[in-house]
């Protein structure tokens, strides 16, 4: 009822203005595979999110995000329901995985975000899964600790454009891949790098942990000389798969993650 109130305050700074025509500069391009091995997550829920995001996905693509506006992912996509043809997918709650109708929308959210962390768009409502590992790596691409959670109607994904410039977001998929694309309609000065360090498993009190740092390098778009730099994540992430085929660190590393 809160979120709902504060939306309702708040719509006329929502992005909702769409537009089939791209514009003419593209900020970052990346895919995401649908369907992966999740360990011993039951791949049917992992077809259902195929059609989850085939639905969810025209809600989103060539949104305009104008100078002041706010995106909002809830906003946009609205209750991922069986009516709308939505299907049972998995889904995180506290420290375990269930089933729900929608499931699968964080892949979504987590394309865009790894999309804005390459912009000068303002992230203003972002939440993880914090403190755990839930799956095996499995083709990753982007680092562990970009990901994001939400939750229909309280966690929300949301960015703010502060900047002069348009943004539009696009999203589709196909068979295979969550496909996405940031573009403007005036070049983009800075450029973004995420990248990571300090990253290991170690194993503390009998319990395994992720470990690392997840940095974001602001660069001058001409001269590609780093002008900022900032920590986005520190992780020390519970695994709560199985461990036996990791390397991991034995000895005490409490000075390692501090």
């Given amino acids: 009822m809160v979120r709902s109130l504060n ?6 700074h929502f992005a909702k203005t769409k537009q089939k025509k791209k514009l003419l500069y593209v900020v970052y391009r990346h895919n995401s595979l649908i369907r992966r091995k999740l360990g011993n997550v039951d791949m049917r829920l992992q077809e259902n999110k ?59 959210t987590n394309l865009i975000h790894w999309m804005v962390l390459h912009s000068d768009l303002k992230i203003t409502e972002h939440h993880h899964h914090d403190g755990l590992d839930l799956f095996p790596d499995f083709q990753r691409k982007i680092p562990f600790g970009t990901g994001t959670s939400i939750m229909y ?22 068979p295979e ?34 470990n690392g740092e997840v940095y974001r390098d602001k660069m001058d778009g001409c001269t590609g000389k780093i002008i900022g730099r900032k920590l986005i994540r520190r992780n020390h992430a519970r695994v709560l798969y199985d461990t ?11 000075e390692a993650i501090n």
Wanted: glycine share 8%; proline share 2%; net charge neutral.
């Fill in 7 to 12: 939306n309702l305050c708040s719509a006329k």
């Fill in 50 to 108: 195929a059609v989850n995001l085939s639905i969810a996905s025209p809600r989103i693509t060539n949104i305009l995000i104008r100078p002041g506006e706010t995106f909002s992912f809830w906003y946009l996509v609205g209750n991922t329901t069986v009516k709308k043809g939505y299907k049972e997918g998995l889904t995180i709650f506290a420290d375990h995985t269930e089933q729900g109708i929608g499931g699968g929308m964080c892949q979504m």
């Fill in 153 to 174: 109607n309280y966690l929300d994904y949301r960015f703010e454009n502060t900047t002069h410039r348009t943004y539009q977001l696009i999203v589709y998929t196909t």
């Fill in 177 to 210: 891949y969550l496909c996405g694309e940031l573009r403007t309609d005036t070049p983009q000065n800075n450029k973004y790098h995420i990248w990571t360090k300090n990253v290991f498993f170690s194993r503390e009190n009998g319990v395994v942990y992720r």
């Fill in 244 to 254: 036996s085929g990791l390397d991991i660190a034995e000895n005490d590393v409490t």
